[in-house]
């Protein structure tokens, strides 16, 4: 996949860049992102290197995940990452894959997070052919859920001992957004949408 470009009023989503990696350093020493993502803790300088330089750009190139800094158009500054992963659906029967997210701390409460996130998915379902987008988050992550929630995400309960963190497994929560979900959202780049119909019949059970 070539990397892409999205906008909104006040972000830029872009792939990140090299220069990007002491802003990501920073943001990852807040506490929250640390207990709640799956980035390394301790977060060095070399693994911001690495996000930015190696992870990043290899998603990309291998349809693996399609990472994008949010960065503000009033001042350049990075407000957080949103991407989407676990692709490997993305190009099979099922046409899924996951939304990831994390914002800043001081760019938090501002709702940029939710903002991002409807050009990601409107880019999600009209462009890639999306049918079925999953958000995840370790249950208890009130703020990731506040953000999904904005978005449509229809919750639909919870996974239990999905994810092993520090030894230990933990509940997660899970929710869905299908294209239907969000008929008549304007594209990206502000021209005007049409509804992105389910290219695959659903068929909903009755009980």
């Not at 349809?63 to 994008?68: A, G, H, L, Q, R």
């Not at 992550?141 to 506040?146: H, P, V």
Request: proline residues 8%; neutral net charge.
């Amino acid at each position: 996949m070539k990397p892409v470009t999205l906008a909104t009023e006040r972000l830029v989503l872009r792939p990140f860049e090299p220069s990007d990696a002491p802003a990501v350093h920073t943001a990852c020493q807040d506490p929250d992102i640390l207990r709640w993502t799956t980035v390394p803790s301790p977060y060095g300088v070399k693994d911001a290197e690495q996000f930015v330089g190696t992870i990043v750009p290899e998603g990309w190139r291998d349809d693996t995940t399609y990472n994008f800094a949010l960065v503000s158009r009033a001042d350049g500054s990075l407000v957080g990452a949103m991407g989407l992963v676990r692709l490997a659906r993305l190009h099979t029967p099922e046409r899924q894959a996951e939304l990831g997210y994390w914002t800043a701390k001081e760019h938090r409460g501002r709702g940029h997070t939710v903002e991002a996130g409807r050009a990601v998915v409107r880019w999600a379902f009209r462009d890639l052919g999306v049918e079925r987008l999953e958000w995840h988050a370790e249950a208890g992550n009130e703020g990731s859920r506040a953000v999904a929630c904005k978005l449509g995400f229809h919750m639909e309960g919870t996974l239990r001992a999905k994810i092993v963190r520090e030894g230990t497994r933990r509940d997660a929560w899970i929710g869905s957004l299908l294209p239907s979900d969000v008929p008549g959202r304007t594209a990206p780049s502000g021209a005007a949408g049409t509804p992105v119909p389910d290219t695959t019949p659903y068929l909903p059970y009755p009980g």
